[in-house]
């Protein structure tokens, strides 16, 4: 069984669904998902937002986030991942957002994604993000970045429990 057939088994056990918000992925994310019979039982919506219009309209990104930290940052792909789970009634969010290639910007090299993965706890979200580096050509850094947005659902939910667990004591 691959990661993704587990983490899609992690979702259906602990009866969650997913919602992403890609931007440099373009929509692999979901498309890796949706490659595996049964995935669509926790698969609930995914945005595909490149613009910096399309993720202020549609996932509540605020201008002054993109103007302070840039559109390849971590604080983005939180806000994103919080608009996601917002609009939608999934309780677990993907968010990501960078620079595929070819070339960099900003002074941010080809390869930088950063990621959010949101979690809904009662009427709260609570958030994880990070910044990867991937190397490789255009295709290359999409898939690779899509399949780490996958990999880390299951990791930052047993994080999120064991927090949770750590602060009822």
């Not at 692999?28 to 595909?48: D, R």
């Not at 968010?95 to 595929?100: E, I, K, R, S, Y």
């Not at 910007?105 to 009427?123: E, H, L, M």
């Not at 993000?129 to 970045?145: I, K, N, Y």
Request: glycine share 8%; charged share 20%; hydrophobic share 35%.
């Amino acid at each position: 069984m691959n990661t993704i057939e587990s983490m899609l088994d992690y979702l259906k056990d602990h009866e969650l669904q997913l919602t992403t918000a890609e931007s440099c992925t373009a929509g692999k994310v979901v498309g890796l998902l949706s490659e595996i019979p049964g995935s669509g039982s926790c698969i609930e919506s995914g945005y595909v937002v490149y613009s910096p219009e399309a993720k202020q309209r549609l996932l509540g990104v605020k201008p002054e986030t993109i103007e302070r930290h840039n559109l390849t940052s971590e604080a983005v792909a939180r806000e994103m991942a919080a608009g996601a789970l917002r609009d939608s009634p999934a309780q677990v969010a993907i968010a990501n957002t960078g620079l595929a290639g070819p070339g960099g910007a900003d002074g941010i090299p080809q390869g930088t994604v950063c990621f959010a993965w949101g979690y809904r706890v009662s009427d709260d979200i609570v958030l994880y993000s990070e910044t990867q580096h991937f190397a490789g050509d255009r295709e290359a850094v999409q898939l690779a970045a899509a399949r780490h947005s996958l990999n880390a659902v299951v990791p930052y939910h047993q994080r999120l429990e064991r927090e949770s667990e750590e602060n009822a004591r």
